[in-house]
Each structure stands twice: as C-alpha cells, then as structure tokens.
C-alpha cells in the first residue's frame, strides 16, 4: 500500500483511507454490524490505515462499530472522529464550547476504545466560539495525550490561519471531487502556505460519479441525498453528462468511473488522502484499484479542459445547511 504525509505533520497514512459514516447513518439505515466488522478488518488487511468517523454518525453508532472492528490492530491504524454538535447530534445545532469539547472527548475515547484519539476534527466552525478558544482546548488535550493530531472540516481560510496560529493544524477535511472543486481557489494555496494535509470526503460525488445513479434511482427514505437540491431527479438526469464523461474516459482506459475520479483527486496534490465510503468489499477493492493507475499531465488536461465545459447542476446542499457547511 502507498502511504503519504498530512502536510508537515508527520502524519502517515495509507494513500487513500476509508470513510465510514455510510454503514452507520446518512444512506439509509445502519447495515449489519457484523457484515461492516468484516468490511473493516478487510480493509485494513488490503493496506488501509486511515479510518474516518464522527461522533454524530449515528449518533455513536459508527465509533462504537469503528471501537469492536479495529480492536485487535488498534495501534496500527489512525482513527480519525470529529466533535462540534450539541449531545454528538447533527440535527441539534453545532456546540463547540470547550466543555462540551472535554465531554465528547471522553465519549469518543470510551466508544473507540482506545486512549487517545490520532485526528481529532471540529466537525463545522461553530460561529458562537472563537476558534482559538478550540484550537486551544485541543492543544490542552494533546499535552494531556488523549489527542494526536488537530483537524478542522469544511473550515474557511480565515479559521484555518486563526486556529493553526493556536495549535497547528494536521489536516483539513472538505468535499472535494471533479464535481466540487471550489477548494482549489482559495483553500489549496493556504494549506500548501501552512504545512496542512488535505482528507477529500465525497471524492466520487455521493456516489453520483459511479455511474450507478441517474434521474430514476430511488433512495431509501433516510437517505440524506434526498435533500441535496444536486440529488434532485431533474439535476440528476442534467448532471449525467458529466457521469457520460467520466464513463468515455474511463472506457478509454480500461477503468471504472470511480477509478478515473480517484486517481484524478490523488493527484492533484501529494499531501491528499481521500476518504471514499463503501458498505461492499467489492467497492472496496475497486476503489484502492485507483492507486494503480497512473495519470499523465495530458490525461489530467484532457478531463479539466472536458469537464470546465460542463455545467453542474445544483448546490450541493440546501440553503438552510450552505451556512455551516463552510466555504
């Protein structure tokens, strides 16, 4: 397995990690646990690392399922889970308070079970607390050795250079794929400047760039995709043209969508590490497949010049979320 650094951090993981919100919460209901332990143990055999959760994914049910997998490994592995909801519960708003900060800590810490948390992430920027006061109780937490490393998600550049003047920030977490690509603007260049790794979520659209989803596709009724104006059956079906381009390519190559999108997204930069979320071990070993492939600096024009000419259709969240979903 090829492995990289999270910027100057020191940080080493596998080159693409896994994210885990899927087999607990988000997609539908939670899958069998004892089926998503395989799943984990897999792939941490095939070389993965970097395992990715939150508090909220459930709520607790994914560290808790992430706490009984990993187990028999633990010090082998890096376990990434963020904090910033109120009660660990994304539908009650985002707390970042230092106490509440102390209190989600040691409820990570228990359901993981482990004593010390490798990459501790605030969730969203919570606007009612200076983040100096959260780098700050996050700097307590590593002198004290329950943390490793300090992450932010979705944070702008303004928090990211107020928070890293506090204590260094390993990682920044956002949605980055060939179909959000708003990070490049202003975000790329401020974590090249401070030494930042950067952990793509959603690398493959929600799943949308597989080519396994179009205008007709039917999510379960808990399926968060269902209040994503981009998910919408008529932004779907516009949206599909980029799906078409991605398939052309991918043909041409003797790949699958999720490969082209992957090896795309890994080499924009060598201090990324995606974290694309699968429930099948089949998904699994097609995504690390992405790793293998290698490409040029004219297959990467090729697919920026294609895709600058293609419209996306609709935000990527609804408007009442675009206010905590950063920037």
Request: a negative charge; charged letters at 25%.
């Amino acid at each position: 397995m090829k492995t990289r650094k999270l910027g100057n951090s020191g940080l080493e993981v596998s080159a693409l990690g896994l994210g885990c919100m899927g087999m607990s919460f988000g997609y539908g209901p939670a899958h069998d646990k004892n089926e998503m332990i395989r799943l984990l143990r897999s792939a941490y055999e095939k070389g993965i690392t970097l395992f990715d959760t939150a508090e909220c994914y459930g709520p607790f049910l994914n560290e808790e399922l992430l706490g009984e997998a990993l187990a028999p490994f633990r010090d082998k592995v890096v376990i990434a889970t963020k904090f910033g909801f109120l009660e660990g519960d994304s539908k009650k708003g985002l707390d970042s308070r230092p106490e509440w900060i102390r209190k989600s800590i040691e409820g990570s810490l228990k359901r993981l079970n482990t004593d010390v948390i490798d990459l501790y992430y605030q969730h969203r920027v919570d606007p009612n607390v200076p983040i100096e006061d959260v780098a700050g109780t996050i700097k307590d937490l590593i002198q004290e050795g329950k943390v490793k490393h300090f992450g932010l998600s979705e944070a702008g550049v303004e928090s990211i250079r107020r928070a890293h003047a506090v204590q260094p920030v390993t990682a920044l977490q956002s949605e980055y794929s060939l179909w959000w690509r708003t990070p490049e603007e202003e975000i790329f260049p401020t974590l090249e400047e401070l030494g930042i790794g950067f952990v793509p979520f959603s690398p493959l659209g929600r799943g949308f760039l597989t080519a396994k989803i179009d205008e007709n596709t039917q999510f379960d009724i808990t399926d968060f995709r269902n209040s994503l104006p981009r998910f919408a059956p008529e932004a779907r079906k516009t949206n599909q043209a980029f799906v078409e381009l991605l398939s052309k390519m991918a043909a041409e190559r003797g790949v699958t969508n999720a490969q082209i999108a992957l090896a795309w997204n890994v080499a924009q930069k060598p201090w990324i590490v995606p974290i694309p979320g699968t429930t099948k071990l089949h998904r699994l070993e097609e995504n690390l497949g992405a790793l293998d492939l290698k490409l040029s600096a004219t297959d990467l024009s090729e697919i920026n010049e294609a895709a600058s000419k293609i419209t996306i259709e609709g935000s990527r969240y609804p408007e009442h979320l675009q206010k905590i979903a950063g920037k």
